[in-house]
Every structure is written in structure tokens, then in C-alpha cells.
T-cell receptor, first 114, second 114 residues
Framework: ETGVTQTPRHLVMGMTNKKSLKCEQHLGHNAMYWYKQSAKKPLELMFVYNFKEQTENNSVPSRFSPECPNSSHLFLHLHTLQPEDSALYLC?????????????FGPGTRLTVT | AQSVAQPEDQVNVAEGNPLTVKCTYSVSGNPYLFWYVQYPNRGLQFLLKYITGDNLVKGSYGFEAEFNKSQTSFHLKKPSALVSDSALYFCAVRDLTLNTPLVFGKGTRLSVIA
């Protein structure tokens, strides 16, 4: 698990706050992902970056704004969230975007929107 | 569109007994299939994958899975369950032909009882 780290591990924020989630991978991978995990629902892919370029945006509301300054770092900027956005946000990385390679996940950030 | 179904929310098995966690998939082309496990307060960990070749795939911690093309299934199995196997298990599929992102099932919670 030390291959992909996420901070903070827990975050409580009000609906009017602005906060950011951070992900860092130490595996030399080129692709990075944000997922949303809600109870009893499949993992929802939010964004995909490959070589710092966004290649997937899965109809995510604009209150979620990703940033990928380099292949090792990925951010998710949050503003004016809704209570239904409370979930576990997982970051993952893989050697490339497609193909047969598995993804490596971080431990997640547990987000609570009050 | 590709999809994954995990028909059981919960599977209970006695320690030492064989376990099976079910997964069926739907893709237009050829599938890449994966199993991941999630322990409490952790991210997803890769267990095994089917890309091509032998239908029986062996993975980490003594787990294996059998690819059945005619039944479009990829069930996860282990001959003898351990209490430490208790976790949330996710099946995932990618359409090789369309090179689509990975799609996850909603997960199956496995409880191994001593």
C-alpha cells in the first residue's frame, strides 16, 4: 500500500468549504485515476489521467475539479459539495491507461460533507 | 456497454471449507477480468487476472478463478477458507477490443466464521 499514498485519510467539510485531496504514487506509473466508492454501489470511475493528460471524465459534476501536475501526483479539488458526495475517494495508478495491467490503489480519503 | 454482476451481497463460509464468490460479465469484445480485495480501512488490492490462455487462473493468498466464456463467468474460489480472508471482494472487467476503462462490480462481502 505504500506505493500509492493519499492525504488526508479523513475529511469533514461543510457545503461551502473548499478543500483538496492529494494522491501520490511511487511506482513510476503513467496513468492515475480517481474513483468514488459509496456503500453497496460499484466503484464509480471519475477521472483518468495518462501522461498528465485527462483522458476520461465520467460526467462528474463541476464541483469536483482534478489536477495532475505530473505523472506522480494527482489532486481532487472540492468546492460547494453536497451531502450525497460523502463517500470514500480512492486514487489508483497503473503503468498505462489500458491493456492488461492491474491498478494499484491508495487507502482512500473518507469524505463527510455536512 | 460492458458490465459486471456480483449476485451476492454477502457470502458466509466456515473456516476450512471451500469458498466461491460469483461474478458474471458482459462485454462486446474480448474481456480482461480482474479480482480485487478490500480489507477494512484499506484500498483495493489486486488478487488475480485473466487475460488469455488457461481458463484457471491462480493468484495471491491461495485464491484462484475460472474463466468460463460460454457462461460469461469468472468466479473466485479458494479450497480452504481462512478467517483472515474476510473482506470485500470486487470483480472487474475491461473490454479488450474497445479498450474501455475498468468497470467494477458492487462487491461481495465474504465472512469466514471460525
Amino acid at each position: 500500500e505504500t506505493g500509492v499514498t493519499q492525504t488526508p485519510r479523513h475529511l469533514v467539510m461543510g457545503m461551502t468549504n473548499k478543500k483538496s485531496l492529494k494522491c501520490e504514487q511511487h511506482l513510476g506509473h503513467n496513468a492515475m485515476y480517481w474513483y468514488k466508492q459509496s456503500a453497496k454501489k460499484p466503484l464509480e470511475l471519475m477521472f483518468v489521467y495518462n501522461f498528465k493528460e485527462q483522458t476520461e471524465n465520467n460526467s462528474v459534476p463541476s464541483r469536483f475539479s482534478p489536477e495532475c501536475p505530473n505523472s506522480s501526483h494527482l489532486f481532487l479539488h472540492l468546492h460547494t459539495l453536497q451531502p450525497e458526495d460523502s463517500a470514500l475517494y480512492l486514487c489508483a495508478s497503473s503503468p498505462g491507461r489500458g491493456g492488461d495491467r492491474e491498478q494499484y490503489f491508495g487507502p482512500g480519503t473518507r469524505l463527510t460533507v455536512t | 456497454a460492458q458490465s459486471v454482476a456480483q449476485p451476492e451481497d454477502q457470502v458466509n463460509v466456515a473456516e476450512g471449507n471451500p469458498l466461491t464468490v460469483k461474478c458474471t460479465y458482459s462485454v462486446s469484445g474480448n474481456p480482461y477480468l480482474f479480482w480485487y480485495v478490500q480489507y477494512p480501512n484499506r484500498g483495493l488490492q489486486f488478487l488475480l487476472k485473466y487475460i488469455t490462455g488457461d481458463n484457471l487462473v491462480k493468484g495471491s493468498y491461495g485464491f484462484e478463478a475460472e474463466f468460463n466464456k460460454s457462461q460469461t463467468s469468472f468466479h473466485l474460489k479458494k479450497p480452504s477458507a481462512l478467517v483472515s480472508d474476510s473482506a470485500l471482494y470486487f470483480c472487474a472487467v475491461r473490454d479488450l477490443t474497445l479498450n474501455t476503462p475498468l468497470v467494477f462490480g458492487k462487491g461481495t462481502r465474504l465472512s469466514v466464521i471460525a
